[in-house]
């Protein structure tokens, strides 16, 4: 089962869905979407919860999920 985590749950108006396999894969990507989208080259550890919070298992009947 893969996870994502998607950025409007932290991030207030953000489309981006990023996702991964294990936590860290979907960190990976948080953190590399956070840099090209909101400019954010660091994430505290108070961030890192936040996302981590965020992260869900993909859900199969997420119409995003089938498009891709
Ligand atoms: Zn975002």
Known sequence: M????????VV?????????ATQD???VAAAAHAAD???LTAIDDA?????IAAIHPVR?????????
């Open 2 to 9: 893969s996870l994502e985590l998607r950025c409007g749950d």
């Open 60 to 68: 199969a009947d997420d119409p995003a999920v089938q498009a891709r």
């Open 12 to 20: 207030t108006g953000c489309a981006g869905v990023v996702s991964g």
């Open 37 to 39: 989208v909101h400019g």
């Open 25 to 27: 894969e979907v960190l």
């Open 47 to 51: 961030t890192k919860r936040q996302l």
